[in-house]
């Protein structure tokens, strides 16, 4: 799942996900597959990582989670609790 996360292959991820693959396993540096799309803003990603279960407030050997790994890059912050919101109200 990393690796397919690493390189943006969304269809690779949803086949992983759809399989059973864990979301929250972390590599070398503490880095989850959620932690490593919001970091390379793969929002797609991030979606499906999100509705397999992927948790948030999961830290990295820095003490930074997903969204505070967006946010240090730029990338919009909101855009992932937009997307986290839109995925706990399709579950519901």
């Known amino acids: 799942l990393m690796l397919a996360v690493i390189h943006g292959h969304l269809p690779c991820v949803q086949t992983l996900l759809d399989h059973g693959a864990l979301t929250d396993l972390q590599d070398y540096d503490d880095f ?6 919001a970091e390379d ?3 797609d990603i991030v979606v499906e990582l999100l509705a397999g279960g992927a948790n948030t ?3 990295n ?8 790994l967006a946010k240090e890059r730029n990338y919009q912050e909101k855009a992932l609790k937009k ?3 839109s995925i706990r109200v399709s579950i519901l």
């Not at 989850?32 to 799309?37: D, E, G, S, Y």
């Open 83 to 85: 997307y986290r919101t």
């Open 32 to 37: 989850t597959a959620l932690m490593r799309a």
């Open 61 to 68: 050997s820095s003490g930074k989670s997903a969204i505070n």
């Open 41 to 43: 803003n793969y929002i």
């Open 57 to 59: 407030n999961i830290q």
